[in-house]
């Protein structure tokens, strides 16, 4: 069964930080690609950053880079974002996600992901 759990959300001030954490199982852990998507209320989700499995190169949407890092963890089949400098336009379900194949990008339709977190709240307060 291929399953992705989320966990690690909530509040925190401007300028803080906090780290999400997705634990994968099944055949989400062949996936060639895992990230993070995010929505706010009242808007599209949206890519936030992703890891090659095989190179473990990581690519981030402009909104987020040089703030939040993504990571994983082989042994423990954990995908991690650390996120830092947290901004109020951050505040939005964060969602884990994998595509079986090929790499995941800012313009990756949601309809291309094959399998999704249930998501968790991260709300920023200014």
């Known amino acids: 069964q291929a399953q992705l759990v989320e966990s690690g959300g909530g509040l925190v001030q401007a300028g803080g930080s906090l780290t999400l954490s997705c634990a994968a199982s099944?055949?989400?852990?062949?996936?060639?690609?895992m990230g993070w998507f995010r929505q706010a209320p009242g808007k599209e989700r949206e890519f936030v950053g992703c890891i090659r499995r095989s190179s473990g190169v990581t690519y981030y949407a402009p909104s987020v880079k040089g703030r939040f890092t993504i990571s994983r963890d082989s042994a423990k089949n954990t995908l991690v974002l650390q996120m830092n400098s947290l901004k109020p336009e951050d505040t939005a379900v964060y969602y884990c996600?994998?595509?079986?194949?090929?790499?995941?990008?800012?313009?990756?339709?949601?309809?291309?992901?094959?399998?999704w977190g249930q998501g968790t709240q991260v709300t920023v307060s200014s």
């Open positions: 996600a994998a595509k079986r194949y090929g790499g995941m990008y800012v313009y990756t339709p949601t309809e291309e992901v094959d399998y």
């Open positions: 099944g055949r989400t852990l062949s996936s060639d690609t």
